[in-house]
T-cell receptor, first 117, second 113 residues
Framework: GAVVSQHPSRVICKSGTSVKIECRSLDFQATTMFWYRQFPKKSLMLMATSNEGSKATYEQGVEKDKFLINHASLTLSTLTVTSAHPEDSSFYIC?????????????FGPGTRLLVL | GNSVTQMEGPVTLSEEAFLTINCTYTATGYPSLFWYVQYPGEGLQLLLKATKADDKGSNKGFEATYRKETTSFHLEKGSVQVSDSAVYFCALSGRAGGFKTIFGAGTRLFVKA
């Protein structure tokens, strides 16, 4: 089946630094990738939708200058948390979709746990 | 807009008990419905899905039927195991919502030996 990887799986950083999270589709080309944030014991919150070669579409309330998304190829999207603060600590999950109806076939990565000290 | 409501947890069951996790939805048109499972410290895995009314999705002993008349997609399993302990998310995706996946709040299941 389709596999999506994320790197790193866990990262601890100091406040004020930037952190880059990679999302890769390993055995398929993804037309669209999604980035989610999950708070402890809560559901997933969609942050942005990323299409290869174009600017990401951010959900309302998500700061595009703080959460930079780059979708460089059909197999790689990156999320950079700039000038991270403790409130950015969270579990970040990406998903990759194939086909025209992206919501129908979405494959999730294992998640990246970010802790900002 | 589209939304998903699922029963609050946690749900605690003994091994081999019957499981039901209720899920209802509000949507325009005919969305696809999903159940995802998240094991501790991991990402989401698709458990099962149904794409049209009266479809039954099934996997690993779990099943759910797309009921348009009651706008429901309840998850059931006849005999749970300790290894089923996880958080279960009901979700939908449809054309009216731009095919974005809308998740329910999640229901945590604990299965005791």
């Amino acid at each position: 089946g389709a596999v999506v990887s994320q790197h790193p799986s866990r990262v601890i950083c100091k406040s004020g630094t930037s952190v880059k999270i990679e999302c890769r589709s390993l055995d398929f080309q993804a037309t669209t990738m999604f980035w989610y944030r999950q708070f402890p014991k809560k559901s997933l919150m969609l942050m942005a939708t990323s299409n290869e070669g174009s600017k990401a579409t951010y959900e309302q309330g998500v700061e595009k200058d703080k959460f930079l998304i780059n979708h460089a190829s059909l197999t790689l999207s990156t999320l950079t948390v700039t000038s991270a603060h403790p409130e950015d600590s969270s579990f970040y999950i990406c998903s990759a979709a194939v086909g025209g109806r992206e919501g129908e076939t979405q494959y999730f990565g294992p998640g990246t746990r970010l802790l900002v000290l | 807009g589209n939304s998903v409501t699922q029963m609050e947890g946690p749900v605690t069951l003994s091994e081999e008990a019957f499981l039901t996790i209720n899920c209802t939805y509000t949507a325009t048109g005919y969305p696809s419905l999903f159940w995802y499972v998240q094991y501790p410290g991991e990402g989401l895995q698709l458990l099962l899905k149904a794409t049209k009314a009266d479809d039954k999705g099934s996997n690993k002993g779990f099943e759910a039927t797309y009921r348009k008349e009651t706008t429901s997609f309840h998850l059931e399993k006849g005999s749970v195991q300790v290894s089923d302990s996880a958080v279960y998310f009901c979700a939908l995706s449809g054309r009216a919502g731009g095919f974005k996946t809308i998740f329910g709040a999640g229901t945590r299941l604990f299965v005791k030996a």
